[in-house]
């Protein structure tokens, strides 16, 4: 059962417009949310965060909202790059039986940016 | 610069062989991890250690196994491969227990299992 889905898989957008990229989720536990975006042949790096206690958090042209009661999360991208077509995963911070902490990914959005 | 690496970028295997791959960061992270990422599924948590000599189940851990002798390195072991462990193979590694901070991945292991 995906308890992390990203609906869409893919979007194309044009060079300089916003990307939307969505994400929701089932888990009312998860605390903690992630953004990571991959290139072909590369491993996913980290991209934005967000607690679950804020609704909201910017890091230049990358922005995240979070909407609890909704249970859903965007990454929003603006203004659009070629250099940001990759695939996007967003993840969620689950505590463990054990105390310790895993992250449950989404499927991942391909975004392309189109020239 | 945080790095992790793998041993193999590309790796073909017959069913049934045992498989190791290897992974080691170099920052002195507490916690490393084994994902597998297939089309239409996503990354998927096979196993993670927060120690050394110490692992926990991921969400597909069957038909794997890990081992973590030293801090810097994590091994996934394929026991005997079968054709549905193809797939890419990612590990990460993260600093400490607070899960806040973010993971780091190796560029991927691509297995084909024949």
């Known amino acids: 059962d995906q308890q992390v889905k990203q609906n869409s898989p893919s979007l194309s957008v044009q060079e300089g417009r916003i990307s939307i990229l969505n994400c929701d989720y089932t888990n009312s536990m998860f605390d903690y949310f992630l953004w990571y975006k991959k290139y072909p042949a590369e491993g996913p790096t980290f991209l934005i965060s967000?607690?679950?206690?804020?609704d909201k958090n910017e890091d230049g042209r990358f922005t995240v909202f979070l909407n609890k009661s909704a249970k859903h999360l965007s990454l929003h991208i603006v203004p659009s790059q070629p250099g940001d077509s990759a695939v996007y995963f967003c993840?969620?911070?689950?505590?463990?039986?054990?105390?310790?902490?895993?992250?449950?990914f989404g499927t991942g959005t391909r975004l392309k940016v189109l020239a | 610069d945080v790095k992790v690496t793998q041993s193999s970028r590309y790796l073909v295997k017959r069913t049934g062989e045992k498989v190791f791959l290897e992974c080691v960061q170099d920052?002195?992270?507490?916690?490393m991890f084994w994902y597998r990422q297939d089309p239409g599924l996503g990354l998927r948590l096979i196993y993670f250690?927060?120690?050394?000599?110490?692992?926990e189940k991921g969400d597909i851990p069957e038909g794997y196994s890990v081992s973590r002798e030293k801090k810097e390195r994590f091994s996934l072991i394929l026991e005997s491969a079968s054709t549905n462990q193809t797939s890419m193979y990612l590990c990460a590694s993260s600093k400490s227990r607070q899960g806040k901070e973010t993971q780091y991945f190796g560029p991927g292991t691509r297995l084909l299992v024949l």
């Open positions: 920052m002195d992270h507490e916690n």
């Open positions: 993840a969620a911070r689950q505590i463990t039986t054990s105390g310790t902490y895993k992250y449950i």
């Open positions: 967000i607690s679950s206690i804020k």
């Open positions: 250690s927060y120690d050394v000599k110490m692992k």
